[in-house]
Every structure is written in structure tokens, then in C-alpha cells.
């Protein structure tokens, strides 16, 4: 996700974490682990396995368990068997913050993955830098995750909230000036990932000269999207940036846009597209047409193993994996990586070496500078003929051209 405002305020809400890590940290680690030792490697993860996002959260799971499965039938690491324990948040900070505390001290996890967006890696990650315990995280962006100094922290997508707009932002360019927006609406969930990108968005589409003529935040347990949609309707943007979460969220707004009749020629969603078994499901199938998002990764990218996990993954699931599963996989990806190249479980070491090598991935090649943040580029998608499509890079189209002005809603 790839793997998602709290500017106003997060920064309470982080300080209340941090407080809360103080209170429940029982034990902090020293960063020294030799692996040597007998039985399974235990990994600890925390996700929002109930609550309003666990539609994105359980594909991420899933990818947790696809990529733990095909270890183990490879030797697992250090030649014993991994076993992966994941605990339920349900979105809830606090939650996640005790969830670590009892993976690191009570179940006693060698090695911990992330959790789902970045409302709870904020916490989760303080956590594990706390105790001096490698943290690579699937999905959580959001730029603050990365300006503390931490050690141990890696994001395991291609880069961060930051850069999500970079391909979106690059097409409305390249369209000619009577083809560009002129207007546009920034709904949001209250969430520090999209925050960041919705504040980018605005930023550099009104480069572009695109006014902006509507941008509210909704709290994230929000289910009913009428007001919402009629206020949008009613500043009939020509363009709408979405920053939503999951596909609750995605498809409640365009179900309540269908409602006030209003569609707009063009629409970009964070996140609720790429889920890609659940969100036409939610908003019908000829609705998703000319919907954009950005992805973090494509099912038919030709980097090593990539064909391997999709196949994998749909003869476990009976489907093909999204975003979400494909991010997890990744995270457990860097995760082995490091452990096999190092050869035992020192935290220190781990952390040391993905700071200076690059681990190829599904997602593409990965390195990371000192805050833990990747370098590389993100992909534009539309939905197209019921399709999830590649619009670009040019290197990673699985289509011609994209689809503009969206067509209106089919009843």
C-alpha cells in the first residue's frame, strides 16, 4: 500500500505513542542476536486483520504466508524452518503498539515484518528501534515515518508518499492545454500516507495551474460519503484526487458520487483501485472505467521471481495477488536477504547491510539510503475494459494509451 492527514494532528497523536511505547516496553534488545540456536526462527507481524481497512490488510497477510511458504520449501533461513505469528490491531495505535511489545518480549520473534499503512508503522516502528530490532515495513509512506534517525527501519516499496503523485502529475503534462484539468477536488481520509500525497498533489498540479476547489479531510471510521459527494458534486471539479485507504472508503465515495449523478472527467484514487478482487466487486465492474491510481508493483514486471510469487499466489487464493500481497512478499523478501547475506539474526548487522547492498525484489532492485527510504519510481494504472492496466513508465505499459475523460457511471 502501495501499500497511505494528520498534519493538523499527529503530531499529539505521535507523541501519545511514544508515551505509550515508554509504558509497555518490557525489554530492549541489544541488536544482538547470533541465530544459532535450535528450532524455528520465529518472525513476529502485526496487521489490521479487523477494523475499516482489513479488506487491504488480508491480501498483505496472505503475501506474509506465500512468501514464509515457498522459505521454507527452499530450507528457511540459517537451514531452520521460519515459522511467521501475526497478531490483529484492528487499526488501532495502541493496539499495534502493545501487539510489538508482546511479539518482542512475550513470543520472543528473532525477526519482525511490518505492519499495514503508515498510522500504525509510525508507532510499530518506534517500537522496534527501541529495541533495536530490524523493521522492513510493506506499506506506511508517509515522509515523518523516515525523519526520525532510525536505525533499523526499511521501506519495502519502490519509494515513498512523497514521489506517489510523480506519474500522474507527469501524464496531465504531457496532455495538450485543452485536454488539462482546470479544477480539482482533494477528498481525503484523516491519515499521515495521504496527507502527504494529496499535499503534493495540490502542490504540483496547481504548478500546473489546476485551482483547487474543494479539500476536506474525513475521519477514517467514516462509512457514510453523501455530504461528502454532494459538496464535490456541487464544486463540479473537473478532476478529483481521492486519498483513500482502503476500499471501504474508495468505493463508499464513488458509490455516493453515483448518487448525486456526478462524474468527473478525470479521477485518481490512493490505494482502493489496486485492490483488485474486492473494489469492482464494490462499485461494479463498468464503474472502474478510466479510474487512475499508482501501484507499486506490476504482475508481468520481468524482475527475478516475480512470475513465481503471482503464480504462487493464485493457486493458493484462487486469484491474482494485488498490490498489498506483493508489497508484503516484498518486505519478506528484504527481510531474507539480509539474514542469508549476513548469516545469523544481529540485528546490527542486518541493519548494516541493507544500508549499503541492493536485494532484487519483485518489485525491482531495492537500496536505501540511511533513513531507510528506497530509490526508485512508482507506476501509474487505470482501470481499462475491466482490466487493471498499466499506463507508465513507458518500460512497464501494459497499454497503449490511457483513458481520457473518464466515461460517466454506468447505472
Known amino acids: 500500500m502501495p501499500g497511505i492527514g494528520r498534519s493538523g494532528r499527529y503530531p499529539a497523536l505521535l507523541s501519545a505513542t511514544a508515551a505509550a511505547v515508554l509504558l509497555l516496553a ?17 518472525i513476529g507481524a502485526s496487521l489490521p486483520l479487523s477494523g475499516p481497512v482489513a479488506d487491504a490488510s488480508k491480501p498483505a497477510y496472505e503475501g506474509y504466508k506465500v512468501w514464509l511458504g515457498q522459505l521454507n ?24 503498539v502493545t501487539n510489538y511489545n508482546r511479539l518482542i518480549s512475550q513470543e520472543h520473534s528473532d525477526l519482525l515484518l511490518g505492519t499495514f499503512s503508515s498510522k500504525l508503522n509510525l508507532p510499530a516502528s518506534a517500537v522496534a528501534e527501541r529495541n533495536k530490532m530490524l523493521y522492513v515495513e510493506p506499506s ?16 519495502a516499496q519502490p519509494s515513498t508518499s512523497l514521489d506517489l503523485p510523480e506519474q500522474f502529475v507527469q501524464y496531465i503534462k504531457s496532455l495538450p492545454a485543452d485536454q488539462r484539468p482546470k479544477t480539482a477536488a482533494y477528498p481525503t481520509q484523516d491519515d499521515p500516507n495521504t496527507d502527504v500525497t494529496i499535499n503534493e498533489f495540490r502542490k504540483e498540479l496547481g504548478k500546473l495551474g489546476v485551482k483547487s476547489v474543494y479539500s476536506e479531510k474525513y475521519a477514517p471510521d467514516t462509512v457514510n460519503f453523501d455530504s461528502i459527494a454532494s459538496a464535490v458534486a456541487r464544486a463540479k471539479p473537473d478532476l478529483i484526487i ?7 472508503d474508495g468505493a463508499g465515495f464513488v458509490k455516493a458520487l453515483q448518487k448525486q449523478q456526478f462524474s468527473p472527467k478525470m479521477m485518481f484514487q490512493t490505494n482502493a483501485p489496486s485492490l483488485i478482487q474486492s473494489y469492482p466487486k464494490a462499485i ?48 519478506g523478501q528484504v527481510l531474507a536477504a539480509a539474514v542469508k547475506a549476513v548469516g545469523s539474526l544481529d540485528q546490527d548487522k542486518l541493519a548494516d547491510w541493507l544500508h549499503t547492498h541492493t536485494v532484487q525484489t519483485i518489485v525491482g532492485p ?34 497503449d494509451k490511457a483513458v481520457n475523460p473518464k466515461p460517466g457511471w454506468s447505472s
Open 242 to 248: 481521492h486519498g483513500a485507504v482502503a476500499a471501504n
Open 73 to 96: 520449501k527452499d530450507g528457511g533461513l540459517l537451514g531452520r524452518k521460519a515459522e511467521l505469528k501475526v497478531l490483529d490491531d484492528g487499526f488501532d495505535q495502541n493496539t499495534v
Open 366 to 399: 531495492l537500496k536505501w539510503d540511511k533513513r531507510g527510504v528506497p530509490d526508485g519510481n512508482m507506476l501509474l494504472a487505470q482501470w481499462q475494459s475491466g482490466k487493471f492496466e498499466f499506463v507508465a513508465p513507458a518500460s512497464q505499459q501494459t497499454v
Open 26 to 42: 518490557t525489554a530492549c534488545g541489544s541488536g544482538s542476536r547470533s541465530g544459532s540456536g535450535s528450532g524455528a526462527i520465529k
Open 284 to 331: 461494479g465492474a463498468k464503474n472502474t472505467e478510466g479510474i487512475f491510481t499508482t501501484a507499486a508493483w506490476s504482475p508481468k514486471a520481468d524482475y527475478p521471481g516475480n512470475s513465481a510469487f503471482v503464480q504462487a499466489y493464485t493457486k493458493a487464493y484462487g486469484s491474482a495477488p494485488g498490490d498489498d500481497a506483493a508489497n508484503a512478499y516484498t518486505a
Open 140 to 155: 506506511g509512506g508517509a515522509e515523518e515515518i523516515f525523519t526520525r534517525g532510525y536505525d533499523y527501519l526499511f521501506f
